[in-house]
Nanobody, 115 residues
Framework: QVLVVESGGGLVQPGGSLRLSCVASGNIFSIYAMGWYRQAPGNQREWVASIPNIGDTHYTDSVKGRFTISRDSAKNTAYLQMNSLKPEDTAIYFC?????????WGQGTLVTVSS
């Protein structure tokens, strides 16, 4: 079993930055990748970025050049650095951890981009 907990959301003005954190605990040795998704009001959940244990990071086109996903293995934590935020980035951001058996999801953290 893996527990995933996100933090770092909040209200930010357009053009601003936020860093989201995602801490994984439990059977962390089963995790082979972590990622971020988001769900805006009235929309389906969409993939944002992912980072495997080994290999390259990947981003959805709308955040390339603005968002950076990273991991600190010693802290079992994944981060999403979000710069140049836009109102359309407003959403609940969810972190997930992929294992061979299943994907574990956090409860989400709300990001609101508004002036």
């Amino acid at each position: 079993q893996v527990l995933v907990v996100e933090s770092g959301g909040g209200l930010v003005q357009p053009g601003g930055s936020l860093r989201l954190s995602c801490v994984a605990s439990g059977n962390i040795f089963s995790i082979y990748a972590m990622g971020w998704y988001r769900q805006a009001p009235g929309n389906q959940r969409e993939w944002v970025a992912s980072i495997p244990n080994i290999g390259d990071t990947h981003y959805t086109d709308s955040v390339k050049g603005r968002f950076t996903i990273s991991r600190d293995s010693a802290k079992n934590t994944a981060y999403l650095q979000m710069n140049s935020l836009k109102p359309e980035d407003t959403a609940i951001y969810f972190c997930n951890a992929d294992s061979l058996k299943r994907t574990y999801w956090g409860q989400g953290t709300l990001v609101t981009v508004s002036s």
